[in-house]
């Protein structure tokens, strides 16, 4: 990276490198001007070269990774209510006599949605961290995969002469669940594959930074918040 940092500042010719803020910074509009016109060159990549761009890539890898996804349990531990809501949806299609939504949409920040598909168990093909050490080499996570533009996970059930089996899908593209044999699943393989997750899913718990003191004091806060009102 810093030697990026060099290359790049003295390609505009400054006499001093600029810092990794504004690097990124033109990083980031040369993207945006790439997806609003993908046959027009912008300005902000021509600084850019091939190798600059590969390096850029990866340092985004390890933001996402680290931020969003497998670089520490707790990103994606938290997921574990929205896989429980659909794994409940499914059985209720299933099991309930009663007329089920042909859909459920759920919208939120691509964060949210990263680690969505990491508690799934998507893109995660080593149990190595990703670290500076793989930059070069065929990592299995990338972000430009995993969290693209409009990022997007799918949960398909399907009624079939055999059984209910469930599909998912990544940015459209169909994608195997972790402990299913194919894209199509069954219901029952899917529900105990998941069954960890779902028993194991106490936010409350897992986000109680500095332990169990802490979510006692946060509580004793909120019951104290009313009467500190009344005195004030």
Known sequence: MLETIGDVSRRLGF?????YTDLRLMYDICRY??????????????VFTEPDLKVLEFD?????????SYGYALNYRQACPQVKDFVDKFRAVRESG?????????????????KFMTRLGLYN??????????????????SSLASAF???????????????????????????????????CPL????????DVIAD??????????????????????????GLALVA
């Not at 006499?15 to 810092?19: K, P, Y």
């Not at 050490?133 to 990592?139: D, L, N, T």
């Not at 469930?166 to 994608?175: D, G, I, K, R, T």
């Open 15 to 19: 006499s001093q490198n600029m810092t």
């Open 125 to 142: 093909y080593t149990a190595e961290k990703l670290n500076s050490a793989h930059f070069g080499s065929e990592q299995a996570f990338r």
């Open 150 to 184: 409009a990022s997007n996970v799918a949960l398909v059930l399907f009624e079939c002469n055999n059984g209910y089996r469930v599909a998912a899908y990544s940015q459209e593209h169909p994608v195997t669940l972790p402990g299913c044999a194919g894209h199509l």
């Open 33 to 46: 001007d790439r997806s609003l016109s993908p046959d027009q060159r912008s300005p902000w990549c021509a």
């Open 60 to 68: 985004m890898d390890l933001e996402y990774y680290w931020v969003d």
């Open 201 to 226: 899913c106490d936010v409350a718990e897992m986000c109680a930074a500095g332990g169990g003191w802490l979510r006692q004091a946060w509580n004793t806060l909120l019951w104290a918040l009313p």
């Open 98 to 114: 009663e007329p089920q939504p042909l859909a459920n949409l759920y919208f939120s920040h691509l964060g949210g949605v990263l």
């Open 188 to 195: 029952d393989d899917v529900i105990r594959q998941y069954s």
